[in-house]
C-alpha cells in the first residue's frame, strides 16, 4: 500500500468553483492524491505521514497572480516608496524624497515609484523644479503608479540632454510649460531619462527575482506570470530568470512573456532559440507583450470619447506597424498578451488579432490575452467569447484608481469598466493579478475588491459587475491556470493536481466579507512541501 506523505484535514478544503468543500487532501508525490470526506482520506496515513491540523482554517489552491513583473517588483523593492499610504500629500512625497538624498551620495540617482496624482492633495504631479529643491544634488526620477509616467527633477533632464528643443519621441511625449519641460515625461518619453540610469547587475537581477518570489510566497502564491520580461534589462533578464531557477532560488512558478515591441527582446530571443511553450514546471516560455496604449490613471489609454480634462489618450505605435506586430508573433506560435485599456485600444487590438486569423495560422485555441482589457463595449465582448480571446484584468485597479477613473472619465463609463459579470456571463474566464510593482500583491483585498467592487473612498464601482466569493478565487486559481494553458495540471485541489495549497488563517466562506481584509496565509506548500509558515 502506497501511503500519503501529507495529509491535511480539520477544516475545510476548497477545491474549485465547481467541485466545492471536501473535509480532507492528501498528497503523495508533489501531487493531490486523494480529496474527500476525512476518515476515507486519513485512512491513506502511514507512520511517516505528515498531518496538518487546519483548526477550522480553510485550505484553496494556491494563488497565481497571472499578471505582474516579478523581477521589477523585485527591485523596486530597493527604492523610494511613494503609494499613498506612505505620501498622501505632496509635501510629504517630497520630503520622502528629501530623506533618501539626505543618506545618498552627491550625484546618486534617487529612484521612486507608486505616487498617484489623482491622490495627491494638489491633484497633479510634482515638476521638475519642486523635485530639484528636494533634491539639488542629486538627479531624481519617480515613476507613477501606473508605470506610465514618470517625473525627473532639473539636474536628471540635464543629464538625459532635455530641453526646451527635444520632440516628443513617436509614442510618448513631454508636458511644458511655455515651451520648456516640466519634468513629466509620458509613455516613451520616459525612456530618455531612463537610459542615463545604470542597468541592474547580474547579481541584483538574481536577488530581485528571489526576493519577490519569496514575498508572494508568503502571501499564498505559487506561479505568477512576468508579463514583460526584457523591459528592464534586456536578454540579462533571461540568463538571471535561468540563474534564479538552476540554483534553486526561483521560489515561484513563472510563466515568462517576453518584451515583444521592437525595442524589446522578441527577435534576440527567438533567433537564441527560445520558443513558445517550452520550459518546465518551474519556468517556462509562453506569451509575447505588445504595448497599444498607456493607462487611464494618466490619460494615456486610447479612448473613444475624450477624457473630461481633454484629449483621448494615445496608441504606442501607428495602426499598420502595431497589427504587423500581432501577426508577427501569431505566426511563430506565441501567445499574444497585448496591453489595451482604452476602448479605443481595445478595438484596434481585436482588429489585429482578427486580421492574424488564417487556416494556417488559425485563432481558435491560441487563448489570446489583452491584459488589463478595463474598458470594454458589448460588441468587443463579444468578439472576444467569439474568439476565445481572454481578458486578463487586475481586480485592485477598482480598488486603488477608481476615483481616479471617476475624476478623469466620469463615473458612467467608470462604473462599466473592468465588467467582471459580463465576461463571466458572456462564457469567458478572466483571470486576475496585482500588475505588481503597479498595485498591491495582497491578494485578500484582491478577492474583497471582486465581491464588492469598493474603492479606496468605498464607492462601489458599478454594483451590477460584482462576482461572489467562489467566483472570485475562481479567477485567482483556476482561471490563472487556464490562461498558462496549465489547468490540467493546476489551479484546482482535485486528485492528479500538483500539491500548490494556500492554508489560509480562517475559513473566509463562513464569516462576512469584510473579514478579508484580516486575513492572511498562514501555511503555502509548492508540490507538496511547505515553503511558508507562518508560525514557524
Known sequence: MAYAELILSGGRIFQGLHEGFAEALAVANGRVVAVGQRDAVRALAGPATVHIDLAGRLAVPAFNDSHQHLLPLGLTMGQVDLRQEVAPTLDALLQQIR????????????????????????????TADELEAAAPHNPVFIVRTCGHVGVANRSALALAGVDASTPDPSGGSLDRVGGQPNGTLREHAMKLVRRKIAAPSDTQLVDAIERAGTYLQKQGFTRVMDACVGMTAGMREITAYTTAHQSGRLPVRTWMCLAGNPDGIADAAWAQGIRPDTGDAMLRYG???????GSAGGRTAAMTAPYLQGGTGMFIFPTDEFHGLLAKYHRQGWQLA?????????????????AADSAAHPLAGRRHRIEHCEFTNPNQIARMAARGIEPIPQAIFVYEFGEMYIQNLGAERAFASNPWRSWLDAGLHPATGSDAPVSTTDPFRNLHTLVTRRTIKGTVLGADQRISLAEALHAYTWAGAYSQFTEADSG?????????????SRDIFAEDVDALLQTQTDLTLLGGKIVFNRHD
Open 99 to 126: 530623506d533618501a538624498a539626505g543618506h545618498a551620495p552627491k550625484g546618486q540617482w534617487i529612484v521612486g515609484r507608486g505616487f498617484d496624482d489623482s491622490a495627491l492633495d494638489v491633484r497633479r504631479n510634482p
Open 492 to 504: 484546482r485541489l482535485v486528485p492528479g493536481q500538483r500539491a500548490d495549497i494556500a492554508v489560509l
Open 287 to 293: 506569451a509575447m507583450k505588445v504595448f497599444c496604449d
Open 338 to 354: 497585448i496591453h489595451a485599456i482604452g476602448d479605443a485600444a481595445i478595438e484596434s487590438t481585436l482588429t489585429g488579432m482578427e
